[in-house]
């Protein structure tokens, strides 16, 4: 009995989400209309609530800001955690400051950082939509602001594309899966490296070309491409091939009308939509010229080509080693990366596998995935959604082909996926077993699965969002102490010395866009090359050492090493030049 008692503890503790999934399919399968005095009504207010389309979008927007702030008691305001985010924090610090860019910092050797380009300008290295979103929560008090702002958005911008392609109560059920899925306890909306933004942008294209085709309406195009702008600046690689599809589409819809009605629809859609699209590629260009100089040379392209010696595409080979200004990058792009691919065919089989893996766990789960099982008779018997599918094996193809993969470079295909989604699921409620409606059950148990997933989120999470102890993640530890700086009273400065056998995943040099001017700024130290002109430079301000790597971690006044004053060794600049370096990498 005791251990009986055990495992039904764990199993409460550890895998509620999983026993809810089996608890709900099962009652599914055997009493499909169990629950029905419940079901029923909600179903019916639901249907007559879809009619007011406009009405659901808004309200399932607010619905995702407001079940995400009502967590805050126990899911707090999240951290950075990983190199990109603060790439993207920079981005949206910058444009908070209200320009484009940074100019080059004199002591920039020692502020090099992640995904962060320092010549000809200071930047991040990505393209500048998600750093609007943060910029835009950072004026309004906290970037995480934006994230949120951006999550309600999407969840509003998907329904409203499914209801282009769905019947209208489908589409809100479609609409409350993704509240429910990505609302809240999702990567996108715990983190600022972005998904919603892109989300966004491909639920606009896709929303706006089903109306196109039933109504060529001007204003159906600028949607059309106000998402592809979105694309453009949020997602560029995965955009394009997205909206390539969308472009084919159109124009076999076009050739497919007379030739009386073309000239009408040239006016009135592609004449609008090529408007805001050149008024993008403008935008574009000067961006590009503010932060690289030429309006075709990209801020990412500039990172490649100073740091990261990475192919894009799998069938690309890895350039040449690269030299670095510290021990750190030289370990990430020389030790680390290739460690992750290997570039032989056997590697690029299992790195296909763990995309595919990755994509559709986070974007259907277990509970989800039953719709899957509808899918390949809706494309068999609906020639109007094949289209759908064949964007979505496009579209994941070609992020098949790049060589790395999160699941927030599918985010453009987020619309067409849950449109596809809802589609077999609107198959599965028709199955019947013996006479048995089971798809009654199932379509209702998904919903009832999806809840119970939040539930088990809500278990595993604890009573404050990190305390610094060992155990406690290295940038959490970070994060910590720089609250503590920033109400001290001066101003700050911390030199990070990493250990030999430091992760260069857990970076702490991290900076806003006014590094002179900030409260705390953090630099690193760099064996072979003197600090002293850093510390000349900030004159006035307190030093500390931060050693990530050294237990216990805290905080102690700076001290430089004796032999800090050294000739830089394998290529790197001297003391005297540190300074005024450029980056010896190219």
């Known amino acids: 009995m005791h251990h009986l008692l055990s495992f039904l503890d764990d199993a409460l503790q550890n895998h509620f989400d999983w026993l809810c999934f089996y608890v709900f399919f099962a009652l599914a399968l055997a009493f499909p209309r169990l629950g029905n005095f419940a079901f029923a009504p909600i179903e019916r207010i639901g249907s007559r609530l879809a009619a007011h389309k406009g009405f659901c ?61 320092q010549h000809p300008s200071y930047a991040s290295k990505y393209p500048p939509a998600q750093g609007m979103v943060l910029a835009l929560g950072q004026i309004f008090g906290h970037p995480w602001i934006g994230v949120l702002l951006s999550v309600g958005v999407m969840c509003g911008a998907v329904l409203w594309m499914l209801q282009g392609w769905l019947p209208a109560r489908w589409a809100l059920y479609g609409g409350v899966l993704v509240l429910l899925r990505f609302a809240v306890f999702n990567d996108w909306v715990e983190g600022y490296w972005g998904g919603a933004v892109a989300a966004i942008g491909g639920a606009l294209v896709m929303g706006a070309l089903p109306r196109i085709m039933r109504a060529a309406r001007p204003r159906y195009a600028v949607w059309m491409g106000l998402g592809a702008s979105i694309l453009a600046n949020s997602r560029p690689l995965e955009g394009l091939i997205f909206f390539a599809t969308v472009i084919v589409a159109l124009g076999l819809w076009i050739r497919k009308q007379p030739a009386a009605d073309r000239a009408n629809i040239y006016a009135r859609v592609v004449f609008p939509m090529a408007a805001v699209l050149l008024v993008c590629a403008g935008w574009i260009g000067y961006y590009n010229w503010r932060v690289t100089g030429h309006a075709l040379l990209f801020p990412y392209v500039v990172y490649q080509r100073t740091y990261d010696p990475e192919p894009f595409f799998v069938w690309q080979s890895r350039r040449p080693t690269m030299t670095y200004n510290n021990p750190q990058f030289a370990n990430f792009y020389n030790v680390w990366e290739p460690q992750q691919f290997g570039g032989g065919w056997d590697d690029i089989m299992d790195a296909t596998g763990v995309k595919i893996s990755e994509f559709f766990n986070f974007f259907f789960n277990k509970e989800l995935a039953l ?114 700086l920033q109400n001290a009273p001066g101003q700050q400065l911390v030199i990070v010395r990493y250990g030999p056998q430091h992760n260069p995943n857990q970076e702490w040099v991290y900076n806003g866009a006014d590094i002179d ?70």
């Open 57 to 117: 979008v808004a309200a399932i927007s607010l619905a995702a800001i407001v079940i995400r702030v009502a967590f805050l008691g126990v899911d707090y305001v999240p951290v950075p955690l990983v190199h990109d985010e603060f790439s993207y924090l920079l981005a949206g610090d910058t444009f908070a400051h209200w320009r484009l860019t940074n100019p080059t910092h004199p002591m920039w050797i020692f502020f090099e950082s992640f995904h962060t380009i």
């Open 517 to 586: 001017h900030a409260k705390v700024v953090w630099a690193r130290e760099i064996p072979g090359v003197s600090i002293q002109p850093l510390l000349d430079y900030f004159r006035g301000r307190r030093v500390w050492l931060a050693q990530p790597d050294v237990t216990p971690l805290q905080l102690t006044p700076y001290a430089p090493p004796a032999a800090a004053s050294r000739p830089a060794a394998d290529g790197q600049p001297s003391a005297a030049q540190a300074p005024n370096a450029r980056a010896t990498a190219r």
């Open 371 to 484: 719709g899957l099982l509808g899918i390949p008779w809706v494309l068999w018997r609906d020639r109007r959604k094949r289209f759908l599918g064949a964007q979505f094996g496009v579209c994941l193809v070609g992020m098949l082909c790049v060589i790395w993969f999160w699941p927030h470079y599918a985010a453009p295909l987020m619309g067409t996926t849950f449109a596809l989604l809802v589609q077999g699921m609107r198959r599965v409620r028709r199955w019947r077993v013996r006479g048995w409606r089971v798809g009654f059950g199932l379509t209702r148990a998904v919903v009832l699965v999806s809840l119970g997933w939040i539930v088990s989120q809500v278990q595993g999470l604890g009573s404050t969002p990190f305390e610094v102890n060992d155990s406690t993640v290295s940038v959490f530890q970070r994060d910590y102490f720089d609250s503590q």
